[in-house]
């Protein structure tokens, strides 16, 4: 492989994130279920880079666990003296790297793999590329331009003129250039600025000083949106839920009212699938082409198969598969079980540990009785079955293909194939008692 095809990335991670008032480290938090830094890790692999870096705290230990988790390299910045200071902290980790590394920030998790991918690409043409975006207003750097329109420097909000102030181009921070000439840049910042830091933004001034004209990519502004409170978490949540929920509709999904439903980074979602209001998709579901899912259902770690009707109001929990055609109805549960195809359960039942056979019928209210406090235990229902409504199933236990249970039995036993099993009280009937009860009674009222 060529030097100049490869490419490294130096997330910056190592600020404090006290406006989220969390205990977990702000890079931790989570937009469409996956951390911040996963999606900025997730970009910058996207645009072709094979190296990584994440610039730490000490101590930072949750951070440092994600990161390597992920593959990244770690390099801990000992204080907290600015991007410029935190960007060289990571040259330790890149000791023999020969080729072009970007600089990203772990917070800013709404940047796409074409934007870093036009950095690299700049910082090709022109040796260094540093990405722009337009916006009214805010504390950001602004990127001052000579009279030719080419890039001249960078100057931080605290620093800037109200002149400088009121230019519209701002930095996003992201810095793409050669990794051996960005970190003789770093090693030559200084900190003689309103915030005593050692600014990256000053790295592109050095470089035009050393006769390189950077190239400025401007991007849309919502890729630059940083996360520093909670408020800026939900902003970002708003924005990568519409491109998910964008991205789906292009690729066939029917998405009925698109601002109600929520996905995850990780949703599988084939063509053709409908999906009514108010439904919620947490991590590891998929879904086949042809299925519909109702409003108010919930889903999570769900296999659900074509042509399968899901809710309203149903939840699937981790280790539901749910097979072809299969009806899961309104305020069923399912965790932990297999539903064959065809099979239906429609009305207010808990599937947990559970092996329910093809076109197999289970009733209203049944509810496999799978945990006794210590334990779990699975029930196996066989082709065809057919569950009585208010049918408890104590696990172990097996129900054969075509049995029967009768409503309102507790099955502790298994059921042969094809057989009734009954396990309830046997009722009686004691003619006029009602009556003569509701007499006696309203004589004692008098
Ligand atoms: C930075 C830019 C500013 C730009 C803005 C865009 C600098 C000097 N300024 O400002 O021009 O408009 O982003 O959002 O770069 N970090 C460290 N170690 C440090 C300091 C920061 O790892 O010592 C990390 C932070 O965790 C964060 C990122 O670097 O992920 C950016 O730092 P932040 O303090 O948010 O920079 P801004 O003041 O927003
Ligand atoms: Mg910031």
Redesign the pocket.
Known sequence: MSAITRKAAII????QGTRMKSALPKVLHKVAHLPMLGHVIAAVRGAGVSRIVV?VAPGADAVRDYAEAQGCAVAV?DR????G??ARAAQQALPDFDGDVVVA????PLTTPGTFARAFDGAAKTGMALVAFRTGGGA??RVIQAADGSFER?V?YKDATPAERSIDL????ILAADARRLFGWTARLTNANAQQ?Y???DVPALARADGISPAVIVAPEEE?L?V?SRGELAAAERIMQDRLRARFMAEGVGLVAPETVFLSHDTVIEPDVEIEPFVVIAPGVTIGSGARIRSHSHLEGAEIAAGAIIGPFARLRPGAWIGENAHIGNFVEVKNATIAAGAKANHLTYLGDADVGPKANIGAGTITCNYDGFTKARTEIGAGAFIGSDTALVAPVKVGAGAITAAGSVITRDVPADALAIARGTQSEKPGWAKAFRERKQQEKK
């Open positions: 910056l991670a190592a600020g610039v910045q907290q003296l600015g991007t200071h935190a920030f772990g917070d800013n950001y750097g960078i931080e701002c930095n996003a921070g830091e600014y990256l933004t630059a940083g520093n």
